[in-house]
């Protein structure tokens, strides 16, 4: 079975500061491949950043990277210099590339402090 | 595209009722997921289906949930009846599943969701 743990319920960090949220999986499958969703308080689900199992590199999107260590199956997600508008539930996920389920984190709050 | 698509928004009903929730997802997609998301639960995936097919349903709760997929670009999520504890936020998601090893996955597209409130 698939699972995914985010262990920090709710994180602050100061505005323009760097945050680390944490992610591990445990999967016996080789190809997977990760992503990092976004739920602001109004409630959509918004896609950040993936990484593939296979990708050599770091995934980047803009504010948003992807430390991505397979050997210890983590893969957090990195937003530098935190606005304001960061503040928001954040969700890990996994999909399996035979098989199509998206497995979700409990999530975690981030708090953006001015 | 205009992205995934719930009705309805929101959804208030009495205990007892049925209720229907619909997704349009976006065309092109294969795969269509329902969740659902609570305070006490997070997000569970209620069921999933791929090219039309109910793949996995065992989220689903209890016999009192139905899915459907008629055809690639509708779908509903049936509950008859309805209960208070089925109160909850409902997403529709749908995404593109790679046809081989390697050409991986697209993410997982949300729709805004069907906050559903059984009184």
């Known amino acids: 079975a698939q699972k995914i743990t985010q262990t920090q319920p709710g994180m602050f960090v100061q505005e323009k500061e760097a945050v680390t949220l944490d992610c591990t999986y445990d999967?016996?499958?080789?190809?997977?491949?990760l992503f990092w969703y976004k739920q602001p308080s109004s409630g959509e689900m918004i896609f950040l950043i993936y990484?593939?199992?296979?990708?050599?590199q770091n995934a980047t999107e803009g504010r948003y990277s992807l430390n991505f260590q397979k050997a210890r199956k983590s893969a957090n997600l990195v937003i530098s210099a935190s606005q304001l508008g960061d503040s928001a539930m954040y969700f890990c996920?996994?999909?399996?590339?035979?098989?199509?389920?998206?497995?979700f984190g409990s999530g975690t709050k981030l708090n953006v402090k001015p | 595209d205009a992205g995934v698509i719930q009705s309805p928004r929101h959804e208030v009903t009495e205990m007892g009722q049925e209720v229907t929730l619909r997704c349009k997802p976006i065309?092109?997609?294969?795969?269509l997921f329902w969740y659902r998301q609570t305070m006490m639960r997070g997000l569970e995936l209620l069921i999933y289906?791929?090219?039309?097919?109910?793949?996995?349903d065992s989220g689903m709760p209890e016999d009192r949930f139905s899915a459907k997929m008629p055809n690639a670009s509708f779908s509903t999520l049936k509950i008859q009846p309805s209960e208070p504890r089925d109160s909850a936020v409902y997403f529709c998601?749908?995404?593109?599943?790679?046809?081989?090893?390697?050409?991986?996955?697209?993410?997982?597209?949300f729709g805004q969701g069907t906050r559903l409130t059984v009184v």
């Open positions: 998601a749908s995404s593109l599943e790679g046809l081989w090893r390697g050409e991986g996955n697209t993410e997982a597209f």
């Open positions: 999967t016996s499958d080789q190809s997977y491949g």
């Open positions: 990484q593939g199992s296979y990708d050599e």
């Open positions: 996920a996994m999909s399996r590339y035979n098989f199509n389920k998206f497995y």
């Open positions: 065309s092109g997609h294969n795969s």
């Open positions: 289906f791929n090219n039309n097919v109910p793949i996995d």
